[in-house]
Nanobody, 124 residues
Framework: QVQLVESGGGLVQAGGSLRLSCASSGRSFNTYTMGWFRQDPGKEREFVAAISGSGGRTTYTNSVKDRFTISRDNAKNTVYLQMNSLKPEDTAVYFC?????????????????WGQGTQVTVSS
């Protein structure tokens, strides 16, 4: 079972930036798609961004394109989410997740290992 631990959340003003990190304890980290999801209370968990095992391919939900950047350091078994130009509507608990091997996916059921989540709050 892969263990994922997120860090880097916090309170920031609109227009500010945060960088989330997710450290993995799993083997063969560089073969797994890694993703970030977010969830507001009372709402469904939604896809934010994903990155292929090699880091060569990325995909984003439309609302964060050009503001968020997902990256990974396979030597450190860590994936990152750089969030710039934050908006109040970005406020949520952000979750890191490990997806399928060798396939870049955005579908929530394909992500089977999850971190505990980290709170991001953007004030207006």
């Amino acid at each position: 079972q892969v263990q994922l631990v997120e860090s880097g959340g916090g309170l920031v003003q609109a227009g500010g930036s945060l960088r989330l990190s997710c450290a993995s304890s799993g083997r063969s980290f560089n073969t797994y798609t890694m993703g970030w999801f977010r969830q507001d209370p009372g709402k469904e968990r939604e896809f934010v961004a994903a990155i292929s095992g090699s880091g060569g391919r990325t995909t984003y939900t439309n609302s964060v394109k050009d503001r968020f950047t997902i990256s990974r350091d396979n030597a450190k078994n860590t994936v990152y989410l750089q969030m710039n130009s934050l908006k109040p509507e970005d406020t949520a608990v952000y979750f890191c997740a490990a997806g399928r091997q060798y396939i870049l996916t955005t579908s929530l059921p394909d992500f089977r290992s999850w971190g505990q989540g980290t709170q991001v709050t953007v004030s207006s």
